[in-house]
């Protein structure tokens, strides 16, 4: 309260939605990707073993979280170059867009890697 009794206004709340939208997705697609590393020791060798799933069509079963680590990572990209760009808080943004680039760099380096071992072959 001030000298005369009023009460002053709320201070201003800096937001960034974009920003934690960013962080929101780059954890998503961590989450997603920690995700397939437990289902490919975990799952994977039963596959195998009692259903007799070759190593060459287990990447059906990879599909979704591939698709899903994909997709998060590229809306963590999106949206903290977004975040980035606005004015306010930007640690959020920052923290999603780098998760966002390792998450997608993971995935680009994981897809291209059994094709140069192909061509070098």
Do not use: H
């Amino acid at each position: 309260m001030t000298a005369s009794g009023a009460v002053p206004p709320p201070l201003p709340v800096a937001t960034n939605i974009p920003g934690r939208v960013a962080l929101g997705c780059g954890i998503g697609a961590v989450v997603a990707g920690l995700l397939a590393q437990v289902f490919s020791v975990a799952v994977v060798p039963r596959l195998m073993a009692e259903m007799s799933v070759s190593p060459s069509g287990i990447w059906k079963f990879y599909l979704p979280f591939q698709l899903s680590t994909a997709l998060l990572a590229l809306l963590a990209l999106a949206f903290g170059a977004v975040g980035l760009e606005r004015d306010g808080p930007r640690l959020a943004a920052a923290a999603g867009l780098a998760m966002g680039a390792t998450r997608f760099v993971q995935l680009v380096v994981g897809a291209a890697a059994p094709i140069a071992v192909q061509l070098a072959a």
